[in-house]
Nanobody
Framework: VQLQASGGGLVQAGGSLRLSCAAS????????LGWFRQAPGKEREFVAA????????NYGASVKGRFAISRDNAKNMRYLQMNSLKPEDTAVYYC??????????????????WGQGTQVTVSS
């Protein structure tokens, strides 16, 4: 499956953005889908994940209560709604998928397929 992330941009602190992850070459309801981010000089960080059947979600501690992951099976898309953005949310955001239905792993090593990343910049 090939993934393409989009929707990044520049936003002021307190604002919102919605990232999209489009898939081709595979049906996302057969994969768990995660979002990760990486800021300059920092390690890749788990943001959120959703199981292939949509029944489970998982969030990183730093985004819980502010971000929401969702899906649209008809469009073969996954989304990351980001609210109450903070300057520390600034990073390149990646979507990634793993070949199982029920997982919501937070480990980047569990994901086989990665999109190219989209830049999110939050100004103070």
């Amino acid at each position: 499956v090939q993934l393409q992330a989009s929707g990044g941009g520049l936003v002021q602190a307190g604002g919102s953005l919605r990232l999209s992850c489009a898939a081709s070459g595979g049906t996302l309801n057969r994969y768990y889908l995660g979002w990760f981010r990486q800021a300059p000089g920092k390690e890749r960080e788990f943001v959120a994940a959703i199981s292939g059947n949509g029944g489970s979600t998982n969030y990183g501690a730093s985004v819980k209560g502010r971000f929401a992951i969702s899906r649209d099976n008809a469009k073969n898309m996954r989304y990351l709604q980001m609210n109450s953005l903070k300057p520390e949310d600034t990073a390149v955001y990646y979507c990634a998928a793993g070949p199982a239905i029920y997982s919501t792993s937070s480990r980047s090593s569990a994901y086989y397929y990665w999109g190219q990343g989209t830049q999110v910049t939050v100004s103070s």
